[in-house]
């Protein structure tokens, strides 16, 4: 046996301190927040746009007839934040123009998404395929969710604009 070997048992023993350790500290590091650098933000908000909304809106951006109307350079994917987080939050249902063509179909409600992650993908959606608005913060969408917590409906075009959200 080589425990009446004191030195190697230290020795290990060291080691085996240190490992722990170093695997404790490594795993309660906290990684950098996101919000911090706008490239992570678009490419977080593309991989939420992909799994969440290009069955419908195509992951061109461009829509599908008779399932979702286009978000490629539409002004309703790039005028107003408070209304495409509305959308997200409550869902909405038609009839509605987009780039001159008429909808009357039902998109549904995605609140379960955290604030961050609706902020991720409406950054998306506003900044791609020649949208080229101003990236969307999350203290915008807390709001907007504080501001509609006692909705469950969908939304109409015309509520979204009587409600004067800015248009
Ligand atoms: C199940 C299909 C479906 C999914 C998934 C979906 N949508 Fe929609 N979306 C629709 C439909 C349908 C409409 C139009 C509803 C109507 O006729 O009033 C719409 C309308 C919209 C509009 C307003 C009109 C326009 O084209 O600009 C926006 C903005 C929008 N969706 C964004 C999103 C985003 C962002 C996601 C992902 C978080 C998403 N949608 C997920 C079906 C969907």
Redo the contacts with the bound molecule.
């Keep these: 046996m080589i425990w009446h070997q004191g030195w190697t048992r230290d020795l290990r023993l060291t080691i085996f301190v240190l490992w722990a350790f170093c695997s404790v500290s490594c795993m309660t590091i906290e990684p950098e927040p996101l919000e911090a650098d706008p490239y992570s933000t678009v490419e977080a908000g593309k991989a ?2 992909l799994v ?6 195509q992951s061109d951006g461009k ?1 599908l007839e008779g ?5 490629f350079g ?4 790039h005028e107003s934040e408070e ?2 987080a509305r ?2 939050l409550q ?6 123009t ?2 001159g063509k008429k ?6 409600p ?1 609140g379960f ?1 955290k604030d961050h992650e ?1 902020a991720e ?2 950054t ?2 506003r900044t791609t395929w020649g949208n080229s608005s101003s990236s969307t913060d999350v203290n915008t969408i807390e709001r907007i969710r504080a501001q509609t917590s006692d909705r469950s409906d ?1 939304w ?2 015309e509520e979204l604009f009587d409600e004067g959200v800015d248009y």
């Design positions: 939420l746009y969440s909304c290009s069955a419908c809106h829509g399932v979702a109307p286009p978000l539409t002004r309703w994917a209304r495409l959308i997200i869902g909405l249902r038609g009839p509605i987009v780039a909808y009357n179909l039902e998109m549904p995605m998404f609706v993908i409406l998306y959606v969908s109409t075009v």
